[in-house]
């Protein structure tokens, strides 16, 4: 009769480590991908590799996030989506590119620049 091993019955000391072992992490929950304003968005590019953000990284978008300056965004510029960093100009929003390949851009709808989200999460599937 052979029964399997439940981690009840040890000898010897338990492991220190032991406190440290974590289930299995789902990263739709720790992304918040269920909710309805997340989205994942694929990187083309590496204007913004100085910030650790790479060709083919996934970064999530929050459609509801708040802006803040500093921030990473994605902007729909003249319909081109686009990866920016957000800074605060005296009140009014500006756009930045990550290697400094354009010149900034103020948010302004009527003029079709606009915040479309603004990045929370980075996923890199590669190393």
């Keep these: 009769m052979t029964t399997g091993y439940a981690g009840d019955r040890t000898t010897g000391f338990a492991s220190p480590a032991s406190d440290a072992i974590e289930g299995p992490i789902d990263l739709s929950e720790v992304l918040s991908l269920s909710k309805p304003n997340r989205y994942p968005v694929r990187v083309s590019g590496t204007s913004f590799?100085?910030?650790?953000?790479?060709n083919g990284d996934v970064l999530i978008?929050?459609?509801a996030g708040a802006?803040?300056?500093g921030r990473l965004v994605i902007a729909s510029v003249s319909g081109q989506i686009l990866l920016a960093e957000l800074r605060n100009d005296h009140g009014r929003w500006l756009l930045i590119s990550?290697?400094?390949s354009s010149q900034p851009l103020y948010v302004d709808p009527a003029k079709d620049v606009e915040i479309w989200?603004?990045?929370t999460a980075l996923v890199r599937t590669e190393v």
């Design 67 to 69: 802006p803040a300056s």
């Design 49 to 54: 590799s100085s910030r650790g953000v790479m």
């Design 98 to 100: 990550g290697d400094g």
């Design 61 to 63: 978008a929050d459609t």
């Design 117 to 119: 989200g603004t990045v």
